[in-house]
């Protein structure tokens, strides 16, 4: 079983910025969905970003916004997150899946391994 774990949520104002992690029990560097959720409590959890063969998507409430990477020496997912506006405060929670083709998405119910979360709350 994949185990993962977020990092680096607080709480900041708007226009700020945080950089949350993502921490692997194994390696995902390939062969993997890698994606970022966030979930506003009592509200359907929504997909930000994912890489798919290393390539980004992402939400259009975060583009150009937010960055999503992957850091091959920590075996570590990265999200970047910049200008953060109080429409961002949620949970946000990391998520892989095994790539078997055709592509990633951002949805949720693909993901097979999730972290516990980590709170991110943006003041105005």
């Known amino acids: 079983q994949m185990q993962l774990e977020e990092s680096g949520g607080g709480s900041v104002q708007a226009g700020g910025s945080l950089r949350l992690s993502c921490s692997a029990s194994r390696y995902i560097g390939s062969g993997y969905c890698l994606a970022w959720f966030r979930q506003v409590s009592g509200q359907a959890r929504e997909g930000v970003a994912l890489?798919?063969?290393?390539?980004?998507k992402y939400a259009d409430s975060v583009k150009g916004r937010f960055t999503i990477s992957f850091d091959y020496d920590k075996n570590t997912l990265v999200l970047q997150m910049n200008s953060l506006e109080p429409g961002d405060t949620a949970k946000f929670y990391c998520?892989?899946?095994?790539?078997?083709?055709?592509?990633?998405?951002?949805?949720?119910?693909?993901?097979?391994?999730w972290g516990q979360g980590t709170q991110v709350t943006v003041s105005s």
């Open positions: 998520a892989s899946r095994i790539d078997r083709g055709g592509g990633c998405w951002l949805l949720d119910h693909e993901y097979t391994d």
């Open positions: 890489l798919d063969n290393g390539y980004p």
